[in-house]
């Protein structure tokens, strides 16, 4: 089995003083993406990933969350200019609106991607997947709420006519538990065609996935100089910080 780092981002910035939480500062993205290449690692789609068992030794998979503008303004062209794959996870509901979800917290609004934008996405340099409709916490929902997310979801993409490779991240990196409500999520995110879901969990995956709903990802935040970053492509979780 092959170590699969499959690392998270959400939000960017020009300003390194403002590089925290979920918002990484564009400088240090490039130079997180300068060391993959220096090192020679590549990265992957999830389609490709569901046609593969086998990987080359550094490889690692970039996912972004919620497809703010700050990805399309910061994050896509330093993916093009070194050569990365990325997969932008996709809440359908939100789509021209901002990051709402967030108010409750007291965070800045962070504005989203209209589909217009999406579409643009050239597809040999992001590839885009489910981040549910509503961008609720799916283990609250009930088996009936649930399908009427994934058909929220369909809708749009449909309309928006958006190709969205069937993989969902879970938001908030939240999913049932216990049993046995947690296999018949499962069941259920089989039964709409969901090939990966993927998790939070900070730990390196090991490719192929033995289980591939629960697949975890590790969380890049804007506090993350170099040398925390390579701790957390080698290792995942952080335990001398």
Same mark, same amino acid.
């Given at each position: 089995m092959t170590r699969l780092p499959v690392l998270?981002?959400?939000?960017?910035?020009?300003?390194?003083?403002?590089?925290?939480?979920?918002?990484?500062?564009?400088?240090?993205?490039?130079?997180?993406?300068?060391?993959?290449?220096?090192?020679?690692?590549?990265?992957?789609?999830?389609?490709?990933?569901?046609?593969?068992?086998?990987?080359? &030794?550094?490889?690692?998979?970039?996912?972004?969350?919620?497809?703010?503008?700050?990805?399309?303004?910061?994050?896509?062209?330093?993916?093009?200019?070194?050569?990365? &794959?990325?997969?932008?996870?996709?809440?359908?509901?939100?789509?021209? &609106?901002?990051?709402?979800?967030?108010?409750?917290?007291?965070?800045?609004?962070?504005?989203?991607?209209?589909?217009?934008?999406?579409?643009?996405?050239?597809?040999?340099?992001?590839?885009?997947?489910?981040?549910?409709?509503?961008?609720?916490?799916?283990?609250?929902?009930t088996s009936e709420a649930l399908q009427q997310d994934f058909d929220q979801a369909q809708q749009v993409m449909a309309v928006e006519q958006l190709s969205i490779f069937p993989a969902l991240a879970y938001p908030y990196g939240n999913f049932p538990r216990q049993q046995p409500v947690q296999s018949h999520f499962f069941t259920q995110l089989q039964e709409n065609g969901i090939a990966f879901g993927f998790r939070i969990g900070n730990t390196v995956s090991r490719f192929p996935w033995s289980n591939p709903y629960i697949i975890p990802r590790i969380d890049i935040k804007g506090e993350d100089h170099l040398l925390r970053f390579r701790w957390k492509l080698r290792w995942g979780r952080l335990r001398l910080w």
């Open positions: 998270m981002y959400h939000n960017f910035c020009a300003q390194e003083e403002a590089s925290k939480g979920l918002t990484l500062a564009a400088s240090r993205f490039e130079e997180q993406l300068m060391y993959l290449r220096s090192k020679g690692y590549q990265s992957f789609f999830l389609s490709e990933l569901s046609v593969q068992t086998v990987l080359p &030794k550094r490889s690692v998979v970039l996912t972004f969350d919620d497809v703010t503008v700050s990805q399309w303004e910061f994050a896509v062209p330093l993916l093009i200019k070194y050569g990365f &794959k990325a997969v932008f996870f996709v809440p359908f509901a939100y789509l021209g &609106k901002t990051d709402a979800w967030n108010a409750t917290s007291g965070a800045a609004a962070h504005p989203i991607m209209t589909a217009e934008q999406l579409r643009a996405l050239d597809p040999n340099v992001i590839e885009l997947a489910h981040h549910s409709f509503a961008h609720p916490r799916l283990a609250t929902l």
